[in-house]
């Protein structure tokens, strides 16, 4: 098993920025991929960003030039840049990891953190 553990949410003025780090522990060398998802009130979770062991991003169109993601192997731990904040940002951010177990791709999620965007 996966345990991640998200902090760094929190209320920030448009066009600000945040960092939202993600730890990662248990299992980590089976994680194939580890990402970030939202999810806002009334909408379904979407995935915001996520890298691959080999480091290949992938962006949602709505956060790409504004957000980076990295991982630090070393540490276990993988961090969403979030730069020129928008109110549409607003979600609860939710750490995913993606573990291979016996040739089945299992999610692991955390319990999330809050990011409120003000105008």
């Known amino acids: 098993q996966v345990q991640l553990v998200e902090s760094g949410g929190g209320l920030v003025q448009a066009g600000g920025s945040l960092r939202l780090p993600c730890a990662a522990s248990g299992s980590t060398r089976r994680i194939t991929a580890i990402g970030w998802y939202r999810q806002a009130p009334g909408k379904q979770r979407e995935l915001v960003a996520a890298i691959s062991n080999g480091c290949s991003t992938n962006y949602a169109d709505s956060v790409k030039g504004r957000f980076t993601i990295s991982r630090d192997n070393a540490k276990n731990r993988v961090y969403l840049q979030m730069n020129s904040l928008k109110p549409e940002d607003t979600a609860v951010y939710y750490c995913?990891?993606?573990?291979?177990?016996?040739?089945?791709?299992?999610?692991?999620w955390g319990q999330g953190t809050q990011v409120t965007v003000s105008s």
């Open positions: 995913n990891a993606v573990v291979l177990v016996d040739a089945v791709s299992e999610d692991y």
